[in-house]
């Protein structure tokens, strides 16, 4: 797929950033080349088209580089899951562990009701600490989490076994 190597020639991988023997893939490399921005753009669309949700998650922070674009093609809402102490009025919380400690992810809860079908967006899939936290965020106040979307999976790392919904992603790198 042409698209596909457009999209996969824009990101470009960083080796021991940010720490030795991790390797980096830049997704802002695909925001500085138009053609592969709109290749992305074209990708996400075709495979969204038909999904029926009611509601877009995108993940702090590069989650919210795709969830508006996706949004304005549905036609659906877009709702941030932030780090803990960004979002004012009544949260959720979700802890989850990083490589190194812990974090919290925060959700405003009051534009979710039982049933709610939710996509989840980010750009990349490592470990799947930070998604299937968003997953069990959402499933706390009973939403349907129809998919979870990821440009680029890192499939060495078997962050998809910690996902318990349909995962969708379009480049897979060891
Ligand atoms: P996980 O929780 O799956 O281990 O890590 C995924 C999160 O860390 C995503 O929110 C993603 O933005 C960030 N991340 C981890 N590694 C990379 C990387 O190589 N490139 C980018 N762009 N983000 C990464």
């Not at 138009?34 to 509601?55: G, N, P, Q, S, Y």
């Not at 990821?150 to 379009?170: A, C, Q, W, Y």
């Amino acid at each position: 797929n042409d698209k596909l190597q457009i999209l996969k020639n824009a990101i470009k991988a960083y080796p021991n950033f940010p720490e030795p023997g991790v390797t980096f893939r830049d997704i802002f490399g695909v925001f500085q080349n138009i053609t592969a921005l709109r290749a992305m753009k074209d990708l996400i669309v075709e495979h969204i088209l038909f999904l029926e949700v009611d509601l877009i998650v995108g993940l702090d922070s590069r989650g919210f580089l795709f969830g508006p674009m996706i949004c304005m093609e549905l036609g659906k809402p877009f709702l941030p899951i932030r780090k803990k102490g960004k979002l004012p009025g009544k949260v959720v919380q979700q802890k989850y562990v990083l490589e190194y400690g812990e974090a919290t992810f925060e959700l405003q809860s009051d534009l979710i009701t039982n049933g709610t079908r939710v996509l989840i967006v980010d750009d990349l899939l490592a470990t799947g600490g930070s998604m299937s936290a968003a997953v069990q965020l959402l499933k706390s106040v009973a939403a349907d989490v129809v998919e979870c979307l990821v440009i680029i999976e890192l499939t060495s790392l078997k962050g998809r076994d910690k996902i318990e919904v349909p995962l969708h992603s379009f480049l897979k790198y060891d």
